[in-house]
């Protein structure tokens, strides 16, 4: 599944970041908790390689909580604190500060042994929709960044005051040049990260169908009744236009119409709490019979 996504506009996000480093004291990372490593722009690791970091887990109560805590753990192991948050509701905002904090705490006690209360000014990054505009409107109190569910809605840096203390500035997703991993191409394309209108919807649908069969087969087939074991992507794809009564005129399965529904359900987490990436190893190559 070959994926052109690396539109002209992201190397204007690129050098916008670089040249707003000097200003900032934390970098906060947010990624996808259903899809951590995928979610995770490679090139994070030299462009902030000088400044603390610290990673969200975003989106945590669609994925696996035990694959959550294993990924909050693989982090810590690399010396980054993590958490796992949601950013539409209110039950981590404290947590999430507190990691800032504990992030800048150093610098912020040197400051104070110059006689300086110190405002810490932490930059929030990730990729296209991995929810950081909500992050910052739900840590500031207040819709105060740009919000949308497709990918590319805030455009360039939004300085928003938190506290009289700390500062987020809030940038545009930044994905990387080349992506040569069709494994986590396919989970950025799953969970939306991708926009649906540049792929084929009914092969992804398919791809998504096929790795689910694998992870959570009891659940796939409870949410689309005529699903059995074995099938393929196709196959899988047919069943559920038949179990929710996709037709179009002389009985061929309306397929477009259930990828659109499958993927969106999906999303939304109807089908299951599922993490696509796993802690303890690399992204495998496809399940058999699954489109390339």
């Avoid at 004291?25 to 902030?48: C, G, I, K, Q, S």
Wanted: charged share 30%; with cysteine; glycine share 6%.
């Amino acid at each position: 599944m070959l994926i052109q996504w690396y539109p002209g506009h992201m190397a204007k996000a690129r050098r916008m970041l670089v040249e707003n480093l000097k200003l900032i004291d934390v970098v906060v990372e947010l990624v996808d908790a259903r899809a951590p490593r995928a979610t995770r722009n490679p090139d994070f690791d030299d462009l902030f390689s000088a400044k603390q970091r610290v990673i969200l887990l975003n989106k945590s109560d669609l994925a696996s909580p035990a694959e959550t805590k294993a990924w909050v753990e693989h982090y810590r192991a690399e010396g980054i604190s993590a958490i796992e948050f949601v950013a539409t509701n209110s039950a981590k905002r404290k947590a999430a500060v507190e990691l800032i904090e504990n992030a800048a705490s150093e610098k912020v006690k040197r400051m104070r042994e110059k006689g300086v209360v110190k405002v810490i000014r932490a930059m929030v990054v990730g990729i296209p929709n991995v929810g950081k505009s909500t992050f910052i409107n739900r840590i500031a109190g207040a819709s105060r960044a740009q919000v949308g569910d497709k990918p590319g809605v805030t455009k360039g840096k939004q300085w928003v005051k938190v506290s009289p203390y700390l500062e987020l500035m809030d940038t545009p997703g930044l994905l990387w040049p080349k992506l040569e991993d069709e494994g986590l191409a396919r989970h950025l394309a799953f969970i939306g990260s991708i926009k649906d209108d540049i792929m084929d919807v009914e092969r992804l649908a398919g791809a998504l169908l096929a790795e689910l069969a694998v992870l959570c087969p009891a659940e796939l087939a409870a949410r689309y009744k005529q699903i059995e074991p074995g099938m393929s992507g196709e196959e899988l794809l047919l069943a559920v236009s038949r179990s929710r009564g996709f037709l179009l005129s002389g009985g061929e399965a309306d397929t477009e119409r259930a990828a659109r529904i499958v993927l969106d359900e999906y999303r939304a987490g109807k089908i299951a709490r599922v993490t696509l990436d796993s802690a303890r190893m690399p992204c495998e190559e496809a399940p058999d019979g699954q489109a390339e």
